[in-house]
């Protein structure tokens, strides 16, 4: 797992958005199989997302900024489609579409450069949103790392994870 961290982070150093996203949206997948492979994906996803990111992005009772079920929408969305919009995705929640932004990026719009802005309703650059989710992927591919960091630390003692994270692809 610290491998694919710092891939994330080697990514993001090296400007490759695509591959710090793609990478980081797959670690609460992989952390949450590690734990338990007998739960369902979305399952795991979720509640890993919900234990460990939370804190983050939100949680109840108020609405959550990113919940966990649109973070795995997105997830599904992205992996399987290279696709923000979340609309269709069973998964979803709240959000209909998730956008990212560079670091440096005056914004879009109305939309304030910061970590992250929610928007309802609102036009940019001839599209319109409906619930949408404006993240700075810097930002949130290190809310990713951190939080797969402090899994670790959480999971050291544990032999039975341990031994299944022994069966990650290695790369020669």
Same mark, same amino acid.
Request: aromatic letters at 10%; a neutral charge.
């Given at each position: !797992?610290?491998?694919?961290?710092?891939?994330?982070?080697?990514?993001?150093?090296?400007? +490759?958005?695509?591959?710090?996203?793609?990478? /980081?949206?797959?670690?609460? $997948? =992989?952390?949450?199989? #590690?734990?338990?492979?007998?739960?369902?994906?979305?399952?795991?996803?979720? @509640?890993?997302?919900?234990?460990? #990111?939370? @804190?983050?992005?939100?949680?109840?009772?108020? &609405?959550?900024?990113?919940?966990?079920?649109?973070?795995?929408?997105?997830?599904? /969305?992205?992996?399987?489609?290279?696709? %923000? $919009?979340?609309?269709?995705?069973?998964?979803?929640?709240?959000?209909?579409?998730?956008?990212?932004?560079?670091?440096?990026?005056? %914004?879009?719009?109305?939309?304030?450069?910061?970590?992250?802005?929610?928007?309802? +309703?609102?036009?940019?650059? @001839?599209? &319109?949103?409906?619930?949408?989710?404006?993240?700075?992927?810097? $930002?949130?591919?290190? $809310? !990713?790392?951190?939080?797969?960091?402090?899994?670790?630390?959480?999971?050291?003692?544990? /032999?039975? =994870?341990?031994?299944?994270?022994? %069966? #990650?692809?290695? =790369?020669?």
């Amino acid at each position: !797992m610290r491998s694919l961290v710092a891939a994330v982070r080697l990514s993001l150093r090296t400007e +490759n958005w695509y591959s710090a996203l793609f990478v /980081a949206l797959s670690m609460p $997948d =992989i952390c949450g199989r #590690l734990e338990d492979p007998k739960k369902p994906t979305g399952q795991r996803y979720v @509640d890993w997302f919900r234990r460990y #990111l939370s @804190d983050t992005y939100g949680a109840p009772p108020a &609405e959550p900024v990113l919940s966990p079920e649109d973070c795995y929408a997105l997830r599904c /969305a992205l992996v399987h489609e290279g696709a %923000g $919009d979340i609309a269709g995705q069973q998964a979803k929640k709240v959000l209909n579409e998730i956008c990212f932004f560079r670091p440096g990026s005056q %914004g879009f719009g109305p939309v304030r450069p910061g970590h992250c802005n929610r928007l309802t +309703n609102v036009r940019i650059n @001839d599209r &319109e949103f409906s619930e949408a989710l404006w993240l700075r992927v810097t $930002d949130f591919c290190e $809310d !990713m790392c951190r939080a797969v960091e402090k899994w670790l630390n959480d999971v050291a003692r544990e /032999a039975a =994870i341990q031994s299944r994270m022994n %069966g #990650l692809l290695p =790369i020669y």
